[in-house]
């Protein structure tokens, strides 16, 4: 991959192990908040919020609902299956501000993540991250992760109010990295969000497939099953 000078990374199961760490935070708020006196199968409370929380990650994406609805609905949807007999409402947002205060302090990365960043650095690549995540979260898992040193910049969906994939927030991550998208290129794990909209804004993408999803027809320039593969690449 020729001309590349500045590099665009996912956050989450790209570099920072969202998939490993948030079933530990989802635990902590399980216990914390004493939901085994609703639901005493954590599993069962677990699959019911996992799949919910999907369903509303999808509609944030493309604008189809707002931040807040995500973060309370996902919690107040469950304790309403489970039968919780308290204010749902209040009881979800205190569940939710626990559950991503503790995440970000969980310090799992992606294995290979921390080498890829060192390799980028030290050739001389502008490397930032690109991320639908929330602000005040995002940031702090790089830092707990141990990698925030190797980025220049943590370019949010919350700042300009618009989340991959759609156009806007690739034009706008260039213009705050003062960058070209011809010489740029994004890195994720998502193929939708991160390859299907980075390549829509004409950038180069590295599809990170570390799930081993069907790739064929994928519009990425390359897909990778690992991060060190990508140091052979750039």
Known sequence: ?????????????????????????LRHVYEVYGISQWCEDYEKFKAI???????LWDLYHYGKIEQHYLVTERFRYVLEKIGCDVDL?????????????????????????KELLQYLTANGYDVNALSNGFKGVQLKKLQSGGIDGYV?????????GITKPLRGIFDY???????????????????????????NAGWHTIFYNWRKT????????????SLEEIMKIL
């Open 49 to 55: 919020y996992l799949v919910k929380n999907h369903e």
């Open 214 to 225: 069907d790739a064929e027809n994928s519009v990425a320039d390359v897909t990778v099953d």
């Open 152 to 160: 220049r910049k943590v370019i949010l969906s919350d700042d300009c």
């Open 173 to 199: 991550a260039l213009e705050q990295c003062d960058a070209e998208a011809a010489k740029s290129v994004m890195i994720g794990d998502e193929y939708d969000t991160d390859i299907a909209g980075a390549h």
């Open 89 to 113: 409402n209040a009881l979800a947002a205190k569940m939710n501000e626990e559950y991503l205060s503790y995440l970000a302090t969980l310090p799992a990365i992606v294995p290979g993540a």
């Open 1 to 25: 991959m020729q001309n590349i000078k500045t590099v665009f990374l996912d956050v989450d199961d790209t570099l920072w192990a969202f998939t490993k760490n948030s079933p530990i935070s």
